[in-house]
């Protein structure tokens, strides 16, 4: 839990004072997202026009015939991944909500953004894995000459940049926090 020396600490009050409006609005802002996310996966596969042209147009495949059990399978895979970035949203959340507590520089905030970034690697790869077992499920009915396997995407790398950086910004943390807390043993 947090250490009451810690918050006593006036630089460490007056980062929180810093940092509290962005905690809040990054905690709203994973709450909204996860909810967004869920809605966009909803509604995109309740709209077969719509699933349609975005085949036709990124992958230049023709799913019309798909059957509903095609789009139940697809839709299924889709919120394969939303599971595990409503997982990454609650562990930021709870990364947040620690910092907001006065665990700034805790071994447990730490950990969960540890949590959060090891996660978001796997949802990354799991991404793109589901992204291949999607187009089958969806483009099954087709020849198999017809079918596409799947593409990564530049941001891909982007998002694997970001979650090493924040695993290493995590394992970093996790340092500090136990370094402080054999310090403050001395004192």
Known sequence: ??????????RLSA???????????????????????????LTFWADAGKVERHFR??????????SQGQYAAATALSLVVWVFVAVICFCLWRVF?????????????????????????FTVLLDVAM????????ASHLPYAQSHHGYIKLEDLLNVIFLLMLI????????????????????
């Open 1 to 10: 839990m947090i250490d009451a020396i810690a918050l006593q600490d006036p």
């Open 15 to 41: 980062l929180r004072a810093r940092i509290g409006w962005i905690c809040q609005t990054i905690r709203a802002l994973v709450v909204f997202f996860a909810t967004a996310d869920l809605l966009a996966i």
């Open 57 to 66: 147009e990124l992958l230049q495949i023709d799913v019309s015939g798909a």
């Open 97 to 121: 909500s620690l910092y907001l507590e006065g665990g700034v520089f805790s071994a447990e905030a730490a950990l969960w953004l540890r949590r959060a970034g090891l996660i978001g690697l």
């Open 131 to 138: 992204r291949s077992a999607i187009i089958l499920a969806i």
């Open 168 to 187: 290493a910004i995590a394992h970093i943390f996790k340092t500090a926090a136990d370094i402080a807390g054999e310090n403050a043993q001395f004192v």
